[in-house]
């Protein structure tokens, strides 16, 4: 065991502040990284607050953090796909059983004995798992994936969640040319779809509460904008899309959304509000449309995504922050106010 700076939050009305944790020495299979950036997920904020206490009740102290990129300084014995230098990233998981049909099937997001990156009981050193908010980790080899090399590092971290959690739905729903495709909540998740959708050829529309983000979402490769407030233009959009991505933190009308979905089409929610939704059952029985859910994204999924930004230069829009400022940047993201994912500089942590 050696000890290692993070940033952690003592209770849900804490700020993050400065700390010390263990971490494991590296054994046979695991890889040890230091963390050089790590983006931060909306989920942070919802995990710190333990807004999802009937689902998944935060233990304290937490360190967040699933966002993590960095450069392996140790392998054990047995590791064989890194060498201590190579940039390596970690997304939301850090272990599972490897043989449930889940694990077989390439999908460690749904194991029932998967490990997440944080707040899931450690395996290794018992009470619960460390993200990213820190200055090293160490994982299995099994978790640890492939950065291109050609990608800015900042903007490649938040691919390990906001990435991977909007570019695995569009591979499964079929998103491609000729497909109109909507995205809503221009968050960080939201800007990833937009880029993903566009990048694999389909009519892309933003659904934002946020007017003056029109400008971005069109440079972000949106072909159109919609105010979700204006029930006009809203209305305008009615019964025409294939697919639509929802993205939204905070509890909204999903209803509106799933009356702009054409017969068949289907609306996927990744994002996560305290409370549930309200469905209407005639929104979904006119047309036959689809409802469905998606979690972040398989260990294969997401070295293909990773593959996919290198191939097009894609990575995510950030503002890069020192560890320093972290409280704030929650409180901006409570407002939409981020253009449009927070990356934490770790090097902001040796100097605490
Ligand atoms: N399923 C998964 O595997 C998975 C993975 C990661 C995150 N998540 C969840 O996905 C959600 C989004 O995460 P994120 O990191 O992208 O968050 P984010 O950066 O804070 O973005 C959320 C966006 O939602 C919109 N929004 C916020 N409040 C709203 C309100 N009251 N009504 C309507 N729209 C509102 C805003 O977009 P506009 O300004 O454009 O309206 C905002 O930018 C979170 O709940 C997160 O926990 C799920
Ligand atoms: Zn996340
Ligand atoms: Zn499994």
Not at 131 to 151: A, H, M, N, Q, W
Not at 173 to 193: A, D, F, I, S
Not at 251 to 257: E, L, Q, R, T
Not at 271 to 291: D, I, Q, T
Request: net charge neutral; glycine share 10%.
């Amino acid at each position: 065991m050696y000890n290692t700076k993070a940033y952690a939050a003592a209770s849900a009305t804490s700020p993050l502040a400065g700390t010390t944790i263990p971490r494991r020495e590296p054994t046979k299979r695991d890889v040890q990284i230091e963390i050089l950036f790590c983006g931060i997920c909306h989920s942070d904020l919802h995990s710190v607050r333990n807004e999802w206490s009937s689902v998944m009740p935060t233990t304290y102290p937490i360190v967040p953090g699933h966002e993590i990129v960095g450069r392996v300084t140790k392998v054990g014995s047995a590791v064989t796909k890194f060498k201590p230098g190579d940039l390596a990233a970690v997304g939301c998981l850090v272990d599972s059983d490897g043989t449930c049909p889940e694990c077989r099937a390439g999908l460690e997001q749904f194991c029932p004995n998967q490990t997440l990156t944080f707040n899931s009981p450690d395996k290794h050193l018992g009470g619960v798992t460390y993200g990213g908010y820190s200055d090293s980790i160490v994982v299995d080899e099994r978790f640890v994936l492939r950065v291109p090399t050609s990608l800015d590092l900042a903007g490649a971290a938040p691919l390990l969640c906001a990435g991977i959690t909007t570019y695995s739905p569009m591979r499964r729903w079929g998103v491609t040319t000729g497909r109109k495709v909507g995205v809503v909540g221009l968050g960080g998740l939201g800007h990833m779809g937009v880029k993903f959708a566009h990048a694999l050829g389909a009519h892309v529309a933003v659904f934002t509460t946020s007017p003056r983000k029109k400008e971005d979402a069109l440079r972000l490769g949106a072909d159109e904008v919609v105010v979700s407030r204006d029930a006009n233009e809203m209305q305008k959009h009615a019964g025409s899309f294939d697919f639509i991505l929802d993205a939204v933190s905070a509890n909204h009308d999903i209803n509106a959304y799933i009356n702009l979905l054409r017969r068949d089409g289907t609306i996927t929610i990744v994002g996560a509000p305290e409370k549930p939704h309200a469905v209407s059952a005639f929104s979904l029985l006119m047309g036959r449309r689809n409802l469905s859910g998606s979690l972040i994204g398989g260990i294969p999924e997401t070295q293909e995504m990773l593959d996919f930004c290198g191939a097009h230069s894609i990575t995510a829009d950030v503002e890069v922050i020192p560890i320093q400022k972290v409280n704030e940047a929650y409180e901006r993201l409570l407002k939409a106010d981020v253009k449009y994912r927070f990356s934490i500089d770790m090097a902001s942590l040796k100097s605490e």
